[in-house]
């Protein structure tokens, strides 16, 4: 594990804290580390309610969201669609009739960023507006699917590379 990595965290070691996971949060270049382990915390802690996990490599985080039918989800992803438009960010995702697979990333400077933690809690936020069921865990191998999609997807993020 990188040392900076586990400094950059006050939590790391601690009870409860990122030494519980495969691996810790690993920052994007120019990220106040700080703040990002400060609006972390709450979305990967289980016992504040946190329904997302970091990725296996700690450059992401990722959950499943769960509707009762497939127009919710639908308008739930038109919805997260719209916000990644406003903020310029986009997810990696899939969709499996009722249910829908985010991972945030960022892919330029690699890592976890501020923008993708401020759209996992928009994510939440837009879930229970739209009436999210279920435990929000990974189901149905749809990480799978987003992650076939975004390796071949080509390098997404620098300016006029397609």
């Known amino acids: ?22 691996m810790p949060p690993s920052f994007s270049a120019g990220t106040d580390k700080s703040a990002a382990t400060e609006a972390l915390r709450p979305l ?29 989800t639908w308008e739930f992803m038109n919805a997260v669609a719209a916000e990644a438009k406003k903020n310029k960010h986009h997810p990696e ?41 279920g435990s929000g865990k990974k189901s149905c191998g749809l990480s799978g699917l987003a992650d076939t999609a975004a390796s071949s997807a080509g390098d997404c993020c620098i300016p006029g590379k397609k």
Not at 46 to 59: F, I, Q, R, S, V
Not at 96 to 108: A, L, M
């Open 44 to 72: 990967i802690t289980p016992d504040a309610g946190g329904k997302w996990t970091l990725t296996a490599d700690g450059y992401g985080i990722e959950r499943s969201f769960k509707f009762a039918t497939f127009n919710k």
């Open 1 to 22: 594990m990188p040392s900076d990595v586990a400094s950059a965290s006050p939590f790391f070691g601690a009870v409860g804290s990122f030494s519980t996971m495969p």
């Open 93 to 133: 995702w899939s969709n499996v009739y009722n249910t829908t697979f985010i991972r945030w990333t960022t892919h330029n400077p690699k890592g976890l960023a501020i923008k993708d933690l401020d759209m996992a809690t928009t994510c939440d936020f837009l879930a229970e507006h739209f009436g999210e069921v």
